[in-house]
């Protein structure tokens, strides 16, 4: 207890530099994440009036789930309303890159893939878009996980992730869940 | 020392009135907290219907949130002016007419809620809009606490007046850095409240733009945490060294962490919509930075009580780089409280390092992982010194001894083993993808099934906090009922080298509040404005009658 006031200084100082290194260990762990691994939050300021959402181009019915394009990218494009995904499931590829794009006319939603990188808020007024890779085969739930309303527990959309031989676009490049 | 009847007479009923009123509301809240968690479970739950669970989550979030810590912390901070600073509260008529702005505030708010016509927990989540009395409620409690708030600034002002160039006691010091904390934090929610959700409740708007309004109460929800924990702090700094029988090891770093915790709690919270598309990955990546930094003030206090409670072990007796953790006076409630505080601060504060890690946040966002952790922060590390605090301060608002500390004693570490047992499976079901927010789960699905045995450990951790939560409202009861002894005197933690004078800058807040403002500028000036720049399509007002 016969501390000097430098010796109380000394060990601050001490300390002091244990709490530099930490904090900079962690925000040089992020970084890292960030720019090497491309780690980043889903992070597009995209506009879209969810008062026509579902007149708009891109989020009309017809124009909703899972579709290749020309050049073999896959695009899958969701409405999150209450209390549904549109579609309620959803087809993506084994161990191929999707963009997953989604977007609500009504209220805030949010969701979750269990296993993987997609965990977005979907907030009328912008589209949400995540990129990312399935590496597990099968059928895995996709949650609404945001509160939406009375009938949000019942919010509950399915995601089935399949092998090259059952992801077979039609003429239109459209994918769909295969039926049990 | 002296005690809070030689100083103010009246000033005891009026801290009392707000403290239980916290703590008979917060004992219900925790009720309905143990109810929801059976509700989830595969255990066949009593009244489990999404209209009850909701009503119940909206009851139990806007209690624990806006009722226990803000009328806690208003009765233990006029607690603190009268006797840190050893002189009458100024103006206690205007202390009584806040404490009244409150009751009528947390009046309005519960009758929409009981009647289940506020089901939007205490979040609010526009473009869902209720009955508008449930806001205007919440606003009258806060307004009531900016009352509490010119009344700790005028207090401390008119102290340095009479005390010329002497230093503000640390435990006043500490009580006002969290009311200017508290003033700039209720901007952002006060601001949602009165210009976009208020309107479309009362039907002048139609519309919302839902992403400044999340923005709006992001500035809030982060800052609001450290508004709750502050008090924690303040008994870990100038109660529990003395509790010891020890000193404070750092008057000066006291300071220096108070100070830190108002610039860096405030200028973060858009790490709460790190998986919101209506911001850039810029500004959400200059928050984390400035997220990290709040870990700073924590671990100097970690250090300094360590320091503080080691002189108290050594002079017990204590020897060894460990030793003295032994000798230390666990029997008694605030040592005992800042130990178990500081065991799940460790815990919490380690999970929140995970959320604000910029995109692992995609890990555990809206699951499990996060209702744990700000159960292990708020529930745990602070609400346990709450309940110490109170022991600490009761005998002197009420005159009357402590008998025994034992039920003290064993009603905290009922809080703390339920604390443990309730949030430890929940973190685990996080990462496993449990989601938030719904009423039931459908254990017939495999994936579900398999959490079964975790869901069920913590409602038995949840059983265990119902338990502590009522025993400690037994144990005030018991203490005010108690045998009438000497009023005992208030002292707070003698620092080894107490202060004589001290800079100004750490004996004030003028220069601090300058610096809040610069950091409130560049972290929230572009993410604001960028909504009147280019204001976004808006949604339609959903009004839930």
Redesign the interface.
Known sequence: MASSHQEILRTELRWGAVMGVLVAGILGLIIYAALALHISPPSNVERIDPKTLQLSDEFTEQNLGTQVSGDGRVTARIVATQYAFLPPCVAVPLNRPITLRFASPDVIHGLLIAGTNVNTMVVPGYVSQVHATFTQPGETPMPCHEFCGLGHSAMLGRVQVLPADQFKPDAQGRVACAKH | MRSIDDIDRRTAPLVLAHLWLAVVAFAAAAVLGGWQMWARSPLPAPFST??NY?LSVTLHGTVMAYVLPTFFIMGFGYFVAVTALERPLPARWAAWIGFGMGVVGVVLAAVPVLMGRA???Y?F?P??SVAASYYIGIILVVVGSWIWSALMILAMTAWKRENRGEAVPLVMFATVANVMLWLWTTVGMGCELLFQVIPGALGWTE?V???LS?TLFSWTLHAIVYFWLLPAYIAFYTLAPRAAGG?L??DT?GRIAFILFLLYSLPVGIHH?????????GF??LQ??LT??V??PT??TV?TIS?SLE?AG??RGGHGPFGWLWTLPWDRPMVLATGLSFVMLWFGGLGG?VNM???????I???SWVTAHFHLIFGGTTVIMYFAIAYEIWPTLTGRAVQSARAMNMQLWLWFIGMMVTTLPWHWLGL??Q??????FNYA?P?VAAWAPYVIVSVIGGLVLVVSALMFVWNLFKLQRGEVSVAAPMSYAVA??PPGRVPGMLNGFTSWNVAVLVLMLVAYGYPIA?FFIEP?????V?R?R
């Open positions: 999404p209209h909701f089901s939007v927990l979040t989540y473009p869902l519309t733009d839902v992403g999340r000193r090891y750092s770093m919509l790190f998986m919101d598309p209506e911001h850039g990955t959400k990546f984390t930075v990290s930094l870990t700073i671990l100097m250090f320091a002189i050594r002079l390092i890690s910029y995109g692992m946040n995609a890990m966002h809206n699951t496993q993808g989601w938030r927010r719904v009423a039931e699905d994936i080894v080298y960028q976004a399509p808006q949604a339609i959903q839930i």
